[in-house]
């Protein structure tokens, strides 16, 4: 039976990916989600670590949120562990934040964990910045989700900082490398100038995914494009962005 993965580019590194009854969203701080409905749908949310720019703690609060399921990362729980005494002069709405962070739905995983739901499963890698980078398995598609793993070089890095880093990312490829993705988001960052597309390459030719998307660039779209131009050899697996809230259809048999 033919049936279709609906995925969207929501903002810089986040995705959301829509199979059957079930929307799992990577990495949201800004942009346009769609309108969640828990009630109808089955929602999961990843946080792969707490940059701001991969958190926002409002999705913890949103509409219907005790149906919500949320994996993230665990140094995002180490953000509340100084908060956990209350002192009498805190807000109602700083005391709720708490209780948020230790919710029955909320899940915390540290690199190389492994969590198996009726429906879903959940491992994580390194990274070679903070958190972890997610591999979920769900109606036997595997999905992804790079976080900050990367090869961050840069102008200012040492020898031997290149070196390490080099060497770092290329131990957490060589775990990955052993699983099927189907679907990757991965790094793209115009920030690395001339090296944006090293270790994005260096995961393609590695790894070997089915499909890739560039994530990571926020409103600099431009080196998305250039990586489509500049490396046609991968335009068979390479999905660009072109603008926010862009929806790609991608077909699978079960």
């Given at each position: 039976m033919?049936?279709?993965?609906?995925?969207?580019?929501?903002y810089?590194?986040?995705?959301?990916?829509?199979?059957?009854?079930?929307?799992?969203?990577?990495?949201?701080?800004?942009?346009?989600?769609?309108?969640?409905?828990?009630?109808?749908?089955?929602i999961?949310?990843?946080?792969?670590?707490?940059?701001?720019?991969?958190?926002n703690?409002?999705?913890?609060s949103?509409?219907?949120?005790?149906?919500?399921?949320?994996?993230?990362?665990?140094?995002?729980?180490d953000?509340?562990?100084?908060?956990?005494i209350?002192?009498?002069?805190?807000?109602?709405?700083?005391?709720?934040?708490?209780?948020?962070?230790?919710?029955?739905?909320?899940?915390?995983m540290?690199p190389?964990?492994?969590?198996?739901?009726?429906?879903?499963?959940?491992?994580?890698?390194?990274?070679?910045?903070?958190?972890?980078?997610?591999?979920?398995?769900?109606?036997?598609?595997?999905?992804?989700?790079?976080?900050?793993?990367?090869?961050?070089?840069?102008?200012?890095?040492?020898?031997?900082?290149?070196?390490?880093?080099?060497?770092?990312f290329?131990?957490?490829?060589?775990?990955i490398k052993?699983?099927?993705?189907?679907?990757?988001?991965?790094?793209?960052?115009?920030?690395?100038?001339?090296?944006?597309?090293?270790g994005?390459?260096?995961?393609?030719?590695?790894?070997?995914?089915?499909l890739?998307?560039?994530?990571h660039f926020?409103?600099?779209?431009?080196?998305?494009?250039?990586?489509m131009?500049?490396?046609?050899?991968?335009?068979?697996?390479?999905?660009?962005?072109?603008?926010?809230?862009?929806?790609?259809?991608?077909?699978?048999?079960?």
């Open positions: 033919l049936k279709q993965i609906n995925i969207k580019y929501i810089h590194s986040c995705y959301q990916v829509s199979i059957d009854d079930k929307i799992l969203i990577f990495d949201y701080f800004h942009g346009d989600l769609d309108d969640l409905d828990p009630y109808k749908k089955d999961t949310f990843f946080a792969s670590h707490s940059h701001p720019d991969h958190y703690k409002d999705i913890l949103l509409k219907g949120n005790e149906n919500i399921r949320y994996i993230l990362s665990n140094d995002i729980q953000l509340s562990k100084v908060d956990n209350i002192y009498l002069g805190d807000t109602e709405e700083k005391v709720e934040d708490r209780k948020l962070m230790y919710s029955k739905n909320i899940e915390y540290k190389y964990d492994l969590k198996e739901y009726p429906d879903m499963t959940v491992r994580t890698f390194g990274s070679t910045d903070k958190g972890v980078s997610f591999l979920v398995s769900v109606n036997s598609i595997n999905i992804f989700h790079a976080g900050d793993l990367n090869l961050w070089i840069w102008d200012e890095d040492t020898e031997e900082e290149r070196e390490q880093m080099r060497k770092d290329l131990k957490e490829l060589d775990r052993h699983y099927d993705i189907d679907i990757a988001f991965f790094p793209l960052d115009p920030r690395l100038k001339k090296l944006y597309s090293e994005f390459k260096e995961f393609i030719d590695r790894v070997q995914p089915t890739i998307f560039p994530m926020r409103d600099n779209i431009s080196y998305n494009l250039s990586f131009n500049e490396f046609p050899e991968y335009k068979g697996i390479y999905r660009p962005v072109f603008k926010k809230n862009q929806i790609f259809l991608v077909n699978y048999e079960i």
